[in-house]
Structure formats: C-alpha cells, structure tokens
C-alpha cells in the first residue's frame, strides 16, 4: 500500500495502478437473467466526460486510468458510463450543464460497479453514485486512511436487492448520502454500521476538503 499514501492534488503515478490492475475474482460472476446492453460508445478521447469528472474534483490521471482499462468511458449522448469489471453494469451520468440524469442498466438486479485499493479488501464501502464511490477513496486515501477497501455504487439507494447480496460480504459499510432518502436507507439496514457525509454526498465533501 506505499503508493497509496500522501496523496494531495493528484494521484503518483503507481498509486492508479494499484487502484485498478488487480487480478481477482469479480464481485459481480453470477448468471445474468437480464437483456443487457452497454450504451454506445463515442470515439475517443471522452472530452466531455474527462471535463466533467475533473470540474467534479475526480484527478485527473484516475480519470484516464479509468478509461485505459475500459472501466469508463463517453456514450454517443456525451454522458459518462461507468463499467464494471464484468460488463454486466453500467451507470450513467449526463455531463452537460443542466443535465443531472444518472441512471444504470445491469444484466441482473443485483449488479453494481466497483473499484478495489486491494486484492484482499477488509472494509466494503457500499455508496450511491460512482463519484460518490472514487470521492470517498480519495478522501479516504487525503486523510491517510489506508486500510484495503472495495469501493461501491449500487446506482441509487432504492437498489435494496443490491444491498441485501453486498451486506453478505464480510466489513460492508453503508456510506449513502445524508439526506432523506439515505436516512431511510439506513433504517432499512439497522444491520449495517453507516457512515455519512458531513454534507449531501461524498463528492462534496471531497470537493470542500480539496479546495479549502
């Protein structure tokens, strides 16, 4: 974990290939039951979508790594597609000004996209939105916490099936936005220890911790 560490403005260079490159089982193996198809891509590069995540606080070269391994990229509309490791989910978030649509298509209902700091993580982090997901590791990783850890995004808190497969899983945390809609997601899963963001969702609190 030493390229994980110390991390202030961007990523070092080995610190995204710890993130990403790990030869594991995938979280998401299972039959699908599901008609599933990914949105079309655009030609690269993915302006839109690099633009966007980078004005969200989401580094810059995290962003391009995400994209080399295929985890990411800008459909044909100029949104960004967040992958799985598998292809059997994706979420889907608009880019332009105005545009807040965020939706996700999976090959079975209780699919979800994910990223690992480690090939034997001990805490999963269970989040709303993909940025919510990389913006608590990245603050996770600015405060120095370090400890190996699955990152995330079940695409929307009324995804309960999703929730009920990760909270099987040895150290799920559920780490929703604090808000009406996460409060009563976490009363839902009185099981599950919870943590929540100082305001509406991890990306803005990473926002606000980068910036101040």
């Given at each position: 974990?030493?390229?994980?560490?110390?991390?202030?403005?961007?990523?070092?260079?080995?610190?995204?290939?710890?993130?990403?490159?790990?030869?594991?089982?995938?979280?998401?193996?299972?039959?699908?039951?599901?008609?599933?198809?990914?949105?079309?891509?655009?030609?690269?590069?993915?302006?839109?979508?690099?633009?966007?995540?980078?004005?969200?606080?989401?580094?810059?070269?995290?962003?391009?790594?995400?994209?080399?391994?295929?985890?990411?990229?800008?459909?044909?509309?100029?949104?960004?597609?967040?992958?799985?490791?598998?292809?059997?989910?994706?979420?889907?978030?608009?880019?332009?000004?105005?545009?807040?649509?965020?939706?996700?298509?999976?090959?079975?209902?209780?699919?979800?996209?994910?990223?690992?700091t480690n090939p034997r993580p001990e805490v999963m982090f269970i989040c709303e939105a993909?940025?919510?997901?990389?913006?608590?590791?990245?603050?996770?990783?600015?405060?120095?916490?370090?400890?190996?850890?699955?990152?995330?995004?079940?695409?929307?808190?009324?995804?309960?099936?999703?929730?009920?497969?990760?909270?099987?899983?040895?150290?799920?945390?559920?780490?929703?936005?604090?808000?009406?809609?996460?409060?009563?997601?976490?009363?839902?899963?009185?099981?599950?220890?919870?943590?929540?963001?100082?305001?509406?969702?991890?990306?803005?609190?990473?926002?606000?911790?980068?910036?101040?």
């Amino acid at each position: 974990m030493r390229d994980f560490q110390h991390i202030h403005g961007q990523i070092p260079s080995g610190a995204v290939t710890t993130l990403c490159r790990i030869d594991v089982t995938s979280l998401n193996v299972t039959a699908g039951t599901k008609q599933f198809s990914l949105p079309q891509q655009a030609e690269p590069p993915f302006r839109k979508v690099t633009a966007y995540l980078i004005g969200r606080g989401i580094h810059e070269n995290l962003v391009m790594y995400l994209i080399q391994e295929e985890l990411l990229y800008q459909d044909l509309r100029g949104n960004a597609v967040f992958v799985d490791p598998d292809k059997s989910y994706c979420e889907i978030r608009g880019t332009g000004a105005g545009n807040h649509f965020h939706g996700c298509r999976k090959k079975a209902s209780d699919r979800f996209w994910y990223i690992l700091t480690n090939p034997r993580p001990e805490v999963m982090f269970i989040c709303e939105a993909a940025i919510d997901a990389l913006s608590l590791m990245l603050l996770h990783q600015k405060e120095g916490k370090n400890d190996p850890a699955t990152y995330v995004s079940i695409g929307g808190v009324a995804n309960q099936r999703t929730i009920d497969r990760l909270k099987r899983k040895h150290g799920a945390v559920l780490a929703v936005d604090n808000d009406r809609a996460g409060e009563e997601c976490r009363n839902r899963n009185p099981d599950l220890p919870a943590l929540i963001p100082d305001r509406k969702d991890w990306n803005e609190d990473f926002q606000q911790n980068s910036f101040s």
